[in-house]
C-alpha cells in the first residue's frame, strides 16, 4: 500500500525555526518533493531528494532518509509570509505518479 | 502570462449537470495530470497523460473522463456531476524526463460547487 503522514497542523513564532517531518510506506521511491501551498492557491515546488542528507536552499532546507522512510522541511528565520501549507510527495518510479501527503498546515504567530 | 491556466476558475452547477474543466500549459511539457483536494484529503490524482495518445487512469478516476486534445490542452469532464464532486482541481505538467529534480507544475486551480 502508499501511505505517506505528516501532522495535520503546527505553530510557530516569527523568527523562529520549525521542522515538518514526513515518513513514507510507498511500494517504489523515485524521490520525495515538498511543496508549498497558500490557501486557496496552487502548489509550488520547494524542494526535491533523491539521496539521503541535507539539501539548503536558503532558510529551507529538507533532509531524506530513504532506509527510515522520512523527511523533513526545516524552516528557518520563520516570517509571517511562510504561513501556508506543506505539502509532502513521493514520487513512483517509472511513472512519475507523485503520491501526496495530506499536508501540514502551518501557522506562523508574530 | 501564466505557464498552466485553468479555466473556469469558479463553477457552481447542479446535480447531474455535464461540466468541462480545461487546462492549457506554453511550457511545451508532454505530461499533463488532473487531480483534486479535499480538506483532510490532500491532492488525489484523477488522470494523466504522458503524450496526446497516451490517457492513463489514476486513483479516483469514477465519475470523470478526460480529453487530450493537444500537446498543450487537456481537459476534465464531469458526466453527470454530484455534490461528492466538489472539490478544488487543479491540473500539472511535467517534462517527460524520468527521474531527476524536474517537477511538476500546477495550474491556479478550480473551484466547484455542486448543489
Known amino acids: 500500500g502508499q501511505n505517506i503522514d505528516q501532522p495535520t497542523e503546527m505553530t510557530a513564532t516569527e523568527g523562529a525555526i520549525v521542522q515538518i517531518n514526513c515518513t513514507y510506506q510507498?511500494?517504489?521511491?523515485?524521490?520525495l518533493f515538498w511543496y508549498q501551498q497558500h490557501a486557496g492557491e496552487a502548489p509550488t515546488f520547494l524542494s526535491y531528494?533523491?539521496?539521503?542528507g541535507l539539501e539548503e536552499k536558503g532558510r529551507f532546507s529538507s533532509f531524506l532518509s530513504r532506509s527510515k522512510g522520512y523527511s523533513y522541511l526545516l524552516l528557518k528565520e520563520l516570517q509571517m509570509k511562510d504561513s501556508a501549507s506543506y505539502l509532502c510527495?513521493?514520487?513512483?518510479?517509472?511513472?512519475?505518479?507523485?503520491?501526496f501527503g495530506t499536508g501540514t498546515r502551518l501557522q506562523v504567530f508574530p | 502570462d501564466a505557464d498552466v491556466t485553468q479555466t473556469p476558475r469558479n463553477r457552481i452547477t447542479k446535480t447531474g449537470k455535464r461540466i468541462m474543466l480545461e487546462c492549457s500549459q506554453t511550457?511545451?511539457?508532454?505530461?499533463m495530470y488532473w487531480y483534486r483536494q479535499d480538506p483532510g484529503l490532500g491532492l488525489r490524482l484523477i488522470y494523466y497523460?504522458?503524450?496526446?495518445?497516451?490517457?492513463n487512469k489514476g486513483e479516483i478516476s469514477d465519475g470523470y473522463s478526460v480529453s487530450r486534445q493537444a500537446q498543450a490542452k487537456f481537459s476534465l469532464s464531469l458526466e453527470s456531476a454530484i455534490p461528492n464532486q466538489t472539490a478544488l482541481y487543479f491540473c500539472?505538467?511535467?517534462?517527460?524526463?524520468?527521474?531527476?529534480?524536474?517537477?511538476?507544475?500546477f495550474g491556479p486551480g478550480t473551484r466547484l460547487l455542486v448543489l
Open positions: 500539472a505538467t511535467s517534462d517527460d524526463r524520468t527521474g531527476g529534480s524536474e517537477t511538476q507544475y
Open positions: 510507498t511500494s517504489g521511491f523515485n524521490g
Open positions: 531528494n533523491v539521496l539521503d
Open positions: 510527495a513521493v514520487r513512483a518510479p517509472a511513472t512519475d505518479k507523485l503520491i
Open positions: 511550457k511545451g511539457h508532454d505530461r
Open positions: 497523460s504522458f503524450d496526446v495518445k497516451d490517457i
